[in-house]
């Protein structure tokens, strides 16, 4: 089903969940790699690489919420309250840093005196001008926002795994999302 059905999130919404899944870990492996580079011309194309997929990440992440709001389960939760809670606030904070983090990371290019390319195809018009003096800061926050980011996907993961084998997904939180493969 691609939509949403009593047990299943729907294929399309996997498909958002396990591709972005994988492009948030290659963003931040190739983060702080550059975070830990000195500057060189390798360095200049894993920042050209990086900044493709925090855009495309800007673009995916708002498909995905308008996935989302068309296409809303409705599942019988049976998850305990606090569950819920610490559920939802980790989606959010993790949904607020897939936004923050591409504009974050275009003010800091910016500042750095460079151009920003929408997934590398269309020049984004320079809303700030170039600060040097800046830049150093808008890298540290980068950094910073990424770290969390890497965190509450950790958060994010353990608790995933820890429902699929700790408590043998009793409240259907894995099945909802996992990608079934066929055997013929």
């Known amino acids: 089903m691609l939509k949403a059905t009593n047990d299943s999130y729907g294929s399309i919404a996997k498909i958002f969940h396990w591709v972005f899944a994988i492009v948030i870990f290659w963003q931040l492996f190739t983060g702080i790699n550059l975070h830990n580079m ?6 200049g194309q894993f920042i050209w690489f990086h900044q493709i997929t925090g855009t495309f990440i800007f673009c995916f ?4 919420l308008v996935w989302r709001f068309y296409n809303k389960p409705q599942f019988e939760n049976t998850l305990p309250k606090i569950h819920k809670i610490t559920s939802k606030t ?7 840093l897939c936004f923050w983090l591409p504009i974050q990371g275009t003010m800091m290019t910016w500042a750095g005196g460079y151009d920003v390319y929408l ?7 320079t809303l700030m001008v170039e600060n ?11 950094f910073i926002s990424s770290m969390a980011l890497l965190s509450l ?3 994010h993961i353990l ?3 820890y429902h699929r084998f700790i408590i043998n997904d009793k409240h259907a939180v894995w099945k909802r999302m996992a990608i079934k493969f066929h055997r013929n």
């Open 153 to 155: 996907t950790i958060i």
């Open 132 to 142: 040097k003096s800046m830049y150093p800061t808008f890298v540290d926050i980068h």
């Open 38 to 43: 000195e500057f060189s011309p390798q360095k």
């Open 61 to 64: 992440i708002a498909l995905r």
């Open 159 to 161: 608790a995933g795994l």
């Open 90 to 96: 980790v989606q959010i904070a993790l949904y607020v």
């Open 119 to 125: 997934v590398g195809l269309i020049k984004i018009p």
